[in-house]
């Protein structure tokens, strides 16, 4: 079985900078990819980044030029750097990973979420 483990949410003052790390544990064959999506009360789940096995990374337009997605691939740790952060950056914070269990078998798992809160 497979779970995702978030860390590094909390409160920060706007322009301020946090660092969510997500790592998968348990047994799996290969990561397809990964991402990070928030969810702000009355709002829809969006994305805000995702970063794919070759490298290539994507972003929401809202955090473009501000947040950077990397993984470490030596204990495939993936990390959300957020600098310059807005009051409206706040939301919770939801790891996701694509995930092949065994060859040619694709799972999707979500993490349990984290709070991000930018308010002075």
């Known amino acids: 079985q497979v779970h995702l483990v978030e860390s590094g949410g909390g409160l920060v003052q706007p322009g301020g900078s946090l660092r969510l790390s997500c790592a998968p544990s348990?047994?799996?064959?290969?990561?397809?990819?990964m991402g990070w999506y928030r969810q702000a009360p009355g709002k829809e789940r969006e994305l805000v980044a995702t970063i794919f096995g070759s490298g290539t990374t994507n972003y929401g337009d809202s955090v473009k030029g501000r947040f950077t997605i990397s993984r470490d691939n030596a204990d495939n740790t993936m990390y959300l750097q957020m600098n310059s952060l807005k009051p409206e950056d706040t939301a919770v914070y939801y790891c996701?990973?694509?995930?092949?269990?065994?060859?040619?078998?694709?799972?999707?798992?979500w993490g349990q979420g984290t709070q991000v809160t930018v308010s002075s």
């Open positions: 996701k990973t694509d995930l092949f269990i065994t060859y040619g078998i694709l799972r999707i798992y």
């Open positions: 348990g047994s799996f064959f290969s990561i397809s990819a």
